[in-house]
């Protein structure tokens, strides 16, 4: 009798990926920022492009400081307190944003909290009272949890040797909105008042119809257009990583991560990269408008100018952490970021000594340029501390930078004893010192900023990934 011998499956069709190539999980190794191609690049302009929108609308209060404060009768103490609720309402949508995203996905996670937020946005314009305005500025503020979303949605998509600069390019692009919305704020303003003859102190209430309107177009747009992962949504295509936490639970996830000592750190590096940012876009224009005796557009054109940067200085921290990681492996991506973060303290020092309206310019570009590098060189880090809890990690992080905007905010720009100017120059002084930890950080199979590996990559990288 003749032997009957089974054929082998045939292989799996290949991927309909637009993109290539890819790496074994099927995530791009190329960044190719100008093309819509699914499901990577569309994932980044839709990631990018909703916290940008968030950004937008988060930082649509303070170019108008100067006319609410006249309209609400705010002290500088109520916009103090206010800013210090903008930031604390986002440390802990950041918080519950990461184990969100481990669990149900970005795109949904993103999609429904900017849903959530945009009512909220539109009701800055029924606002009578200080006490009201602190409110509104606490609940808008959840909305920057999408920067977690954000981070994780790009780590789940790009290959390790891109990840840097994806997270770079999608979350400085975001936070251009910080810096668009300092320009379009105050026009939109202008144009009601001139060509509408509207007064001034319900112009700038008619205005939030159009953050809030943004906020829910782009939302739509991830919920429509987005796909969680290369191989499709969370409920339809899940690597071995994502079906592994599927049977984790919330707090078995959360654990993992909160032990990790070196989220820790990069939470507090971040909260003096990043925070400072948060800080410094609240307090610009009116540090302009107050010191140099600027008018309200000119000030917030100016302001304009600090967030903009993150065209092209976010996603330059990206692409040195790519570079120095594949020259000199974990050790040059730490020490690319306590550098760029230690020289953004010293020119943010400066920046509070400087006199000249022109100075304070030109240093406040170069300071932009070295803080706004830092946060993308941190999250150059964050996709190797856990793959397991990334969404832990990353929110751990992302709540750093908001958690270090208000206690900076509460200790220096809130009724302190300080002036502004020299608020900003111990705020640099802040930087330096809390960039220092980062010298703590180590990986046994990549070793840290002091000293090298103490095992083989190769074989323990696997093990130690399922462990964290």
Known sequence: MESQTTKPPPPPPPLPFSLLPVDENQKATEFRVFSISKPHMLAFHLAWLSLFSCFFSTFSIPPLLPIIRDDLKLTDADIGHAGIASFVGSIFSRLAMG??????GPRIASAT?????????????????????????????????????????MSSMFSTNVVGLANGVAAGWANMGAGVTQLVMPFLYNILIKYFNIVPFTAWRVIFIVPATFQVITAIMVLVYGQDLPTGNYKKGRTQYTKQTQKDNLLGILFRGLRNYRGWILALTYGYCFGVELTTDNVIAQYFYDRFHVDLQLAGTIAAGFGMANLFSRPIGGVISDKMGKRF??????????????????????????????????????????????????????????????????GMTGSGGTLGAVVTQLLL????????????????????????????????????????????????????????
């Open 99 to 104: 184990p969100a995203c481990d669990l149900f």
């Open 113 to 153: 909290l900017s849903l959530l937020t945009a009512p909220i946005i539109l009701a800055t314009s029924i606002v009578s009272s200080p006490q009201s305005f602190i409110l509104i500025r606490f609940l808008i503020g959840f909305s920057l949890a999408n920067f977690v979303a954000n981070q994780f949605w």
């Open 413 to 468: 720009f809130s009724g302190s004893k300080f002036s502004k100017q020299t608020s900003i120059s111990l705020m640099g002084t802040m930087m330096i010192v809390c960039t220092l930890p980062i010298t703590l950080i180590y990986f046994p199979q990549w070793g840290g900023m002091l000293c090298g590996p103490s095992f083989d990559p190769e074989k323990a990288n696997e093990d130690y990934h399922l462990l964290e």
């Open 329 to 394: 492996g974990m050790r040059g991506r730490l020490w690319g970021l306590w550098v760029v973060q230690t020289v953004a303290g010293l020119l943010c020092v400066l920046l509070g000594r400087i006199n000249s309206l022109w100075g304070s310019i030109v240093v406040m570009c170069g300071f932009s340029v070295f803080v706004q590098a830092a946060s993308g060189l941190t999250f150059g880090v964050v996709p190797f501390v856990s793959q397991r809890s990334l969404g832990v990690i990353a």
